[in-house]
């Protein structure tokens, strides 16, 4: 069992960092963009935790940063834990704090009991794994696992035009150490489930079979600025109101039923030039896709792709184009560190049940690397999450990382 | 007849003034919103334009600038004549700059002419006829004629927070004299067309009868932040979709036929935190509807309000609220006046029409002073406007102007 006041204070401390009163609902919440000052002043502090606790740590040329606790064993290939630090704008304190302080609280409680392992084990915090400044999900980790290559990653831009490779060197985060991973022994991430499955099942914790397929794709729309008041409804080529048909069209999809356990998000949308009486002459708008089966999802997709041209063609002047920013199949967790992880819960004592994520996380990344698998710890309010709502009990927390502890040693000594 | 050449040169010349390259199109388009740093370098062009052509100017405490050329009979009530020279974002070369410019070579005509007049005869600009960036449209004309409270107006915020008081300040256009305008005689004012009507019925100028109905309103939708992908849809109160549901079912009362000849715009949309994986937790849209029947308007804007609580109701954590921003009934143009234009352009031998405004314009605020209407000038490419793709040609411009210095003449000698 780890320290669990120990943990909730770093919990709650990183929170402090980026940290925003929302007016309207009165909570604090978290923004804390990847690779913005924010970022990286929680960026330094965790470096400091990481130090304290004796780890030795590394960053790489991706951002990607390693705390490393050695192992009796010098041959033997660590044991991998962690997650990210940076969050959405409107986050609570527990997306990927918890994987990453989680695994420095399961170092410090080694330390203080004075358990050494066989193989290193290392905690790492993955760059822009939330997506949303530079627009491509689990990026760092993607890099480290070498499913998407450096200069890719290094070229993207924010909303901006600020390239992610000036933003690490900015922020002094281009670090030395090669971006690619060396095959760890295995990968584990604890991780708040962020939905409302344990809640709903009243269980503390879950045992993570997978992720679901997600895509993201942006489109622009391009119409025809004309004014409100003298411009015949005919003669109009309305670039916000086709963002609307797709938003609706998108609900439409997912209700029908026709596309499995399809969902569907767009958070992102600008008209242009935005202004009362012009007719919308640009929109843009991210669609965000979720769907555990991949046959489903690629029919969705078709089946988007296929509005969008008739779209395009119900109105003169209209033109349509997709950009692809991020796509990831479903991926399945590894069994034998699922076994550890239901063991190590039932060790503590602890009531659990497998379910697949419905977020991205890093170790879908890793998983192409070594055998790998999550630990979701249950919050409350319908598991809110990317929202400053965001909350798990202290208590939760601790059984969460108290298992990740156990399954950790296990993965360690083996 | 006017100087067209000189006409052309003084459009061409305030052009420039907040031009911009649209890089999709190629064409140079103009972005001089109210009070902002290009409008006041307009303005000062405009005022130097007006001191050349011997006009005495005042500025009041809204802004309107008023040049003077002096009648014969000091105690004559002057003809008023004019526009506004601010525009949209994506702006041609002449929506308002048209009449004022127009207005001015009028005066210069007249001057080269040696003729005098028995009334004053002003060239008014009136401040924030957009509304683009205060909110409400007509805005310095409603002020001078005293339908909106100087109070209100100088209050009015843009979306940075700045108070039109205070960029008047700023820009120095803070005048002394009073806001409240003494009835003139007659207000005429030569604008485009705006609109496709003209061109459709191949006639260089129309006389208008009036300006149609306009409705603005803001409505601010409150949902819930929430994750895209692990959020299930019974969970969501989606600011987004709401917002493009509102968007689509305006198109759908313009398309039933069962309001008259309603339009329906929704030119500002955005959405809060505006991120690729967050179900949007605010949106904010304006609603822009034109009716040339009030009893038809009010009807639309009833179902619009039916829509909203509706989707209210729809869906908890969902709340829909709404702000006036602007609204004006059908304003019917003098008949007196009308005729004096049409015979006008009798005289000059250029076939007329009647028509009804689209648009609105400063005119219909300035018709609750005096015996007011005005005279349209046919635009290109279906009359399209609030585009950089805005065009009259030299030839219709100064035919326009032409019937407006005929007309002008007639009034100042009544
Ligand atoms: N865990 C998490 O919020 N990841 C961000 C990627 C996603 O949108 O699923
Ligand atoms: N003429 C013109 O574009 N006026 C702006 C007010 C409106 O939106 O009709």
């Not at 084990?121 to 450096?150: C, K, Q, Y």
């Amino acid at each position: 069992e780890v320290n669990g006041d120990r943990l909730w204070q770093s919990l709650m401390g990183l929170a402090e960092i980026g940290a925003y009163d929302d007016e309207r609902t009165g909570l604090r919440g978290v923004d804390r963009l990847a690779l913005t000052d924010a970022d990286a002043a929680g960026r330094r502090q965790v470096i400091a935790w990481m130090e304290d606790a004796g780890l030795a740590v590394r960053i790489d040329r991706m951002g990607n940063i390693y705390g490393r606790r050695e192992g009796t064993d010098p041959t033997a290939a660590p044991v991998l834990t962690g997650s990210h630090i940076d969050s959405v704008a409107t986050a609570g304190a527990f997306d990927g704090c918890l994987g990453v302080l989680g695994g420095i609280e399961v170092v410090r409680t080694l330390n203080e009991r004075g358990i050494r392992t066989r193989r290193p084990i290392e905690v790492g915090i993955f760059a822009e794994e939330e997506g949303v400044r530079f627009g491509t999900d689990m990026l760092g980790s993607a890099v480290a696992a070498g499913r998407l290559p450096l200069d890719y990653a290094h070229a993207l831009t924010d909303r901006k035009g600020l390239t992610l490779g000036g933003e690490l060197t900015r922020t002094g985060f281009d670090g030395p150490t090669d971006v690619r991973l060396d095959p760890p022994h295995a990968y584990v991430e604890c991780h708040i489930e962020q939905g409302p499955v344990l809640a709903e099942s009243d269980v503390p914790v879950g045992v993570v079979t997978g992720v679901q397929g997600i895509s993201w794709q942006e489109i622009t729309i391009h119409g025809r600025a004309a004014h409100a008041g003298t411009t015949p409804t005919h003669l109009r080529a309305d670039a916000g109101l086709a963002a609307a048909q797709i938003i609706v069209h998108l609900r439409e999809l997912v209700d029908s039923g026709e596309y499995g356990d399809l969902r569907a998000t767009v958070g992102h949308l600008i008209v242009y030039p935005d202004l009362t009486n012009i007719v919308p002459a640009r929109a843009e708008l991210t669609v965000d896709l979720r769907n555990p089966d991949d046959a489903q999802m690629t029919r969705a997709e078709e089946a988007l792709a296929a509005f969008l041209r008739d779209l395009e063609n119900s109105r003169p002047g209209l033109t349509l184009t997709t950009r692809r920013m991020a796509k990831t199949p479903y991926v399945p967790f590894d069994e034998g560190v699922q076994k550890t992880i239901a063991q190590a819960a039932d060790d503590h004592g602890l009531e659990h049940i497998s379910l697949l994520s419905g977020a991205g996380h890093d170790a879908q990344e890793i998983a192409a690397l070594c055998p790998t698998a999550m630990i979701f710890v249950r919050g409350e309010y319908d598991g809110i999450s990317h929202n400053p709502r965001e909350y798990s009990t202290p208590e939760a927390c601790a059984r969460g990382v108290s298992v990740l502890a156990t399954t950790l040693l296990r993965l360690a000594d083996q």
